[in-house]
C-alpha cells in the first residue's frame, strides 16, 4: 500500500488522504461494510473497536465502541448519509455516551470514501470534514495511540529480527 | 492546546499571508515595516494580520529601538503542527490494517499455531 498524498486544509478543517491498494474495489469496499473486517482496522491496536449495530443503508447507524488498555471504553456511531457501492460510501461519525446515545455536545465529523479502480489496483480517498478545531483534537488522540502503537511495533520487528 | 486556544490558532493560519509570516518569522526576527514592504499592501494591513497571529500566541513582539520587532513562537506553530500530524498517524495506521486485509488470503483468523 502507498499512501499517495494527504492533504490538511487548516481553512475548512478538511482532511483528505488517498491510498492505493493491491486489491479489486468490491474487496476495499468490504471493509467499511463488513463489521467483523470494520473492527480489524478502525480502532488503533491499544483501541481495539467492536462493532454492535451495522446498518450501512441511506439513513442507516452504526454503533461500535472501543476498549482501551485499561478496559476503559469509548463508544461511537455513524450515521450513513449516502451508499453506492462498491464506490462511494459518507456518513457522519459522532461520539456517544456509555449506552451508546449520541453524545449531543460532542463534536461530529463528515467522512467521504470513494473507491475508483485503478491498473489493477483501488485508489481510495478519505476526506474528513471537522466542525471544529476540538473535534480535530479529539481525534489527535486517537493519532497518538497509533504513533504508540507504530512504535512499540517497531520494538517487536526489532526484537523478532535479533532472535533470529 | 484546546478549545478557544487552537479556534485561534487554525484560525489565524487559515491566511496565505499570515501563514508566510509564520514561517520568515519562525527562522528569524523581522521588524513589522520589514515586513510590509514585501506584501502588496499597507502597512496598517499588515500590522493587523501580526496582531491576529500574536493573539494565537503564533508569534510575539517586542521593541527594539523604534523598531516593532516580531519573532515566531516555535512552540504553538509545533503544537499546530502535531494535531494534524496526529490525525495523518491515526489514517496512516487505519490505512496499513486495510493493507493488511484486503492482501491476506480470505480465511479469517488464518494466523496459524504452529506450536
Known amino acids: 500500500m502507498s499512501v499517495t498524498s494527504v492533504e490538511k486544509d487548516t481553512e475548512s478543517l478538511t482532511m483528505t488522504i488517498t491510498a492505493q491498494f493491491d486489491a479489486p474495489s468490491a474487496r476495499v469496499w468490504q471493509v467499511w461494510t463488513d463489521p467483523r473486517q470494520l473492527e480489524k482496522w478502525w480502532g488503533p491496536p491499544t483501541y481495539p473497536a467492536t462493532v454492535v449495530g451495522h446498518d450501512i443503508t441511506p439513513g442507516g447507524t452504526v454503533t461500535y465502541f472501543m476498549t482501551g488498555p485499561e478496559g476503559d471504553t469509548h463508544h461511537g456511531w455513524w450515521r450513513v448519509s449516502a451508499v453506492d457501492a462498491p464506490h462511494h460510501l459518507e456518513f457522519v461519525d459522532g461520539f456517544a455516551d456509555a449506552d451508546g446515545n449520541p453524545n449531543p455536545d460532542m463534536p461530529v465529523m463528515n467522512i467521504s470514501v470513494s473507491l475508483h479502480e485503478e491498473s489493477g489496483g483501488t485508489r481510495m480517498q478519505v476526506t474528513t470534514v471537522f466542525p471544529t478545531t476540538e473535534a480535530m483534537e479529539q481525534l489527535a488522540a486517537m493519532g497518538m495511540e497509533e504513533g504508540m502503537t507504530a512504535a512499540m511495533g517497531q520494538i517487536d520487528s526489532l526484537v523478532m529480527t535479533e532472535s533470529g | ?115
Do not use: C, N
Open chain 2, 1 to 115: 492546546m484546546s478549545g478557544a486556544g487552537a479556534d485561534r490558532v487554525f484560525h489565524a493560519l487559515a491566511d496565505t499571508t499570515r501563514r508566510d509570516i509564520v514561517a520568515l518569522v519562525v527562522q528569524g526576527e523581522h521588524s513589522v515595516s520589514d515586513l510590509a514592504r514585501r506584501y502588496p499592501m499597507s502597512f496598517a494591513a499588515v500590522q493587523k494580520h501580526v496582531a491576529v497571529l500574536e493573539r494565537a500566541g503564533l508569534v510575539s513582539k517586542h521593541r527594539l529601538g523604534r523598531e516593532q520587532r516580531v519573532r515566531g513562537e516555535v512552540g504553538t506553530v509545533r503544537e499546530a503542527h502535531r494535531v494534524l500530524d496526529q490525525i495523518e498517524a491515526l489514517w496512516q495506521g487505519r490505512l496499513g490494517r486495510i493493507e493488511d486485509l484486503v492482501t491476506s488470503p480470505p480465511i479469517p483468523d488464518s494466523k496459524g499455531d504452529t506450536s
